[in-house]
Nanobody
Framework: QAQFVESGGGLVQPGGSLTLTCTAS????????ITWYRQSHGRERERVAQ???????NFATSVKDRFTISRDNAKNAIFLQMNNVQPEDTARYYC???????WGQGTQVTVSS
């Protein structure tokens, strides 16, 4: 059974950086597209970033040029590097797979001075 665990969230000041980690298990990780979503109170879930099995990436317009996504197949891990974070980046961030219909519990990111 596929499982995802997010980590690395916390409180960060505007303009700061944070790296989120998504650790997966229970499936053949290198073969799957992995997606990061975020959701904050009162707002719709937003797809933040995605990385394919081959390493191609795409990003929401709101985070493009500030966030990067990478994967380490040897560690079954996906990393979301968040730079120049802003208060509107405050949300709970989730990772998972649409194909497997499996998602983690999320990690909270709060951007505040």
């Amino acid at each position: 059974q596929a499982q995802f665990v997010e980590s690395g969230g916390g409180l960060v000041q505007p303009g700061g950086s944070l790296t989120l980690t998504c650790t997966a298990s229970g499936f053949n990780f290198p073969n799957y597209v992995i997606t990061w979503y975020r959701q904050s109170h009162g707002r719709e879930r937003e797809r933040v970033a995605q990385i394919t099995a081959g390493g191609s990436t795409n990003f929401a317009t709101s985070v493009k040029d500030r966030f990067t996504i990478s994967r380490d197949n040897a560690k079954n891990a996906i990393f979301l590097q968040m730079n120049n974070v802003q208060p509107e980046d405050t949300a709970r961030y989730y990772c998972g797979s649409h194909t497997l219909n499996s998602w983690g519990q999320g990690t909270q990111v709060t951007v505040s001075s």
